[in-house]
């Protein structure tokens, strides 16, 4: 019996569990290793999100710095080059994107109006104290000028797919440029043209004829302003498209080398207000579908890029050597290169709230800076 008894207890030994004290330590190990794991693991996911918000803004960056540079590269071209100042032909000074077509760029400071896009709270509107820019140029590659042997108002052209009554057209070749407004199209010759009627309320032409001078030739017109105002069928200072001095007796001056015609417009870049109740960098094109009542409308307002909440932009003018804001800029049509600088943040999306916040507990953003220069004006650099 002694040794039965002995067994059991023994047996009895052997099952025994963990004590109190020992299941008290092993929790507080386990629940240190637990909260180590979890601080590594909330580590890592703050590590992700800022750099997948950062991504993000440095993705937006060069999505707008690439469709900007295609803007201002292309500032004040068209089919013929820029070495010829093109007169404008349309009545009066509108301060539209026409008016300062030989410009090829313009800028606005926080506290410049920019043309048919306000200052405001409301979707689309230009958000208060930022900078903004206008380029103009020409819309698409035009079409060729069959024959304008006659000062008349027809040009004839292979085609007038895209042009619609009340654009704002520029015609050219290798000598000369006019800004002129369409009245109408026609079947003029068994081809297509496009007619440029003067006034008489229907139009924004001051003459019918492309006029090089201001009535004689004596008075030369200035470069991108009016040339003659004549309303009549002819002058003594009619250009013809196609034909030479002397082929036709009404035309005064001429050429026989290709000519195009294309649309203008402007393109305006600025930092607007969303719908989601944020900022943005929109793109909107300035041009002109219709007659004098409304000289010119917004034919399309994008928005590029999210999180953009601030764009500055400085110029720099041929023979200067430093950057300047638009107050500091004597000559537009003198400008070689602009500099962009954007402030974006992070936005609410796949991310949201603390996610895209730094340690600030503000939203985390970048200032980033891009140079372009006008293509149109690289011989000047």
């Given at each position: 019996?002694?040794?039965?008894?002995?067994?059991?207890?023994?047996?009895?030994?052997?099952?025994?569990?963990?004590?109190?004290?020992e299941l008290m330590i092993a929790m507080i190990l386990g629940l240190i290793v637990v909260a180590a794991a979890g601080g590594v693991f909330i580590s890592n996911?703050?590590?992700?999100?800022?750099?997948?918000?950062?991504?993000?803004?440095?993705?937006?960056?060069?999505?707008?710095?690439?469709?900007?540079?295609?803007?201002?590269?292309?500032?004040?071209?068209?089919?013929?080059?820029?070495?010829?100042?093109?007169?404008?032909?349309?009545e009066g000074t509108n301060d539209t994107f026409w008016d300062r077509f030989g410009q090829g760029v313009t800028g606005y400071g926080p506290g410049n109006a920019?043309?048919?896009?306000?200052?405001?709270?409301?979707?689309?509107?230009?958000?208060?104290?930022?900078?903004?820019?206008?380029?103009?140029?020409?819309?698409?590659?035009?079409?060729?000028?069959?024959?304008?042997?006659?000062?008349?108002?027809?040009?004839?052209?292979?085609?007038?797919?895209?042009?619609?009554?009340?654009?704002?057209?520029?015609?050219?070749?290798?000598?000369?440029?006019?800004?002129?407004?369409?009245?109408?199209?026609?079947?003029?010759?068994?081809?297509?043209?496009?007619?440029?009627?003067?006034?008489?309320?229907?139009?924004?032409?001051?003459?019918?004829?492309?006029?090089?001078?201001?009535?004689?030739?004596?008075?030369?017109?200035?470069?991108?302003?009016?040339?003659?105002?004549?309303?009549?069928?002819?002058?003594?200072?009619?250009?013809?498209?196609?034909?030479?001095?002397?082929?036709?007796?009404?035309?005064?001056?001429?050429?026989?080398?290709?000519?195009?015609?294309?649309?203008?417009?402007?393109?305006?870049?600025?930092?607007?207000?969303?719908?989601?109740?944020?900022?943005?960098?929109?793109?909107?094109?300035?041009?002109?579908?219709?007659?004098?009542?409304?000289?010119?409308?917004?034919?399309?307002?994008?928005?590029?890029?999210?999180?953009?909440?601030?764009?500055?932009?400085?110029?720099?003018?041929?023979?200067?050597?430093?950057?300047?804001?638009?107050?500091?800029?004597?000559?537009?049509?003198?400008?070689?290169?602009?500099?962009?600088?954007?402030?974006?943040?992070?936005?609410?999306?796949?991310?949201?709230?603390?996610?895209?916040?730094?340690?600030?507990?503000?939203?985390?953003?970048?200032?980033?800076?891009?140079?372009?220069?006008?293509?149109?004006?690289?011989?000047?650099?």
């Amino acid at each position: 019996m002694p040794s039965n008894l002995n067994n059991v207890r023994s047996a009895r030994r052997r099952q025994a569990g963990f004590s109190l004290i020992e299941l008290m330590i092993a929790m507080i190990l386990g629940l240190i290793v637990v909260a180590a794991a979890g601080g590594v693991f909330i580590s890592n996911k703050r590590v992700y999100n800022a750099t997948e918000t950062l991504g993000r803004i440095q993705e937006n960056g060069r999505v707008a710095f690439e469709l900007m540079s295609r803007d201002i590269r292309e500032a004040g071209g068209n089919p013929c080059g820029n070495a010829i100042q093109p007169i404008n032909i349309l009545e009066g000074t509108n301060d539209t994107f026409w008016d300062r077509f030989g410009q090829g760029v313009t800028g606005y400071g926080p506290g410049n109006a920019l043309p048919l896009t306000p200052v405001g709270t409301g979707t689309g509107q230009r958000v208060a104290n930022t900078d903004a820019v206008e380029l103009h140029s020409s819309l698409g590659g035009g079409v060729q000028v069959v024959e304008h042997d006659n000062p008349s108002a027809n040009l004839q052209v292979t085609s007038i797919d895209g042009f619609v009554q009340g654009d704002i057209l520029l015609v050219c070749n290798i000598s000369q440029s006019f800004i002129f407004q369409v009245t109408g199209f026609s079947s003029a010759g068994g081809g297509l043209a496009i007619g440029h009627n003067a006034g008489g309320g229907q139009s924004l032409n001051c003459s019918q004829t492309f006029q090089v001078f201001n009535g004689d030739a004596d008075d030369p017109a200035l470069p991108g302003g009016q040339g003659g105002c004549n309303n009549g069928a002819s002058s003594d200072v009619d250009y013809c498209f196609g034909e030479t001095p002397g082929g036709n007796p009404q035309c005064d001056f001429g050429s026989l080398s290709p000519a195009y015609v294309v649309r203008l417009g402007s393109i305006q870049w600025y930092v607007g207000n969303n719908a989601r109740g944020g900022t943005s960098l929109y793109r909107s094109q300035v041009t002109n579908r219709s007659g004098t009542a409304v000289p010119a409308t917004v034919l399309a307002r994008d928005e590029i890029v999210e999180g953009v909440t601030d764009l500055t932009v400085r110029y720099l003018e041929e023979g200067e050597g430093v950057y300047t804001g638009p107050a500091g800029v004597a000559d537009w049509a003198r400008v070689i290169a602009i500099r962009l600088e954007l402030q974006l943040e992070g936005t609410e999306g796949a991310l949201s709230e603390r996610e895209i916040q730094g340690t600030d507990g503000e939203a985390i953003g970048r200032t980033l800076t891009h140079v372009v220069s006008l293509r149109n004006r690289e011989g000047s650099l």
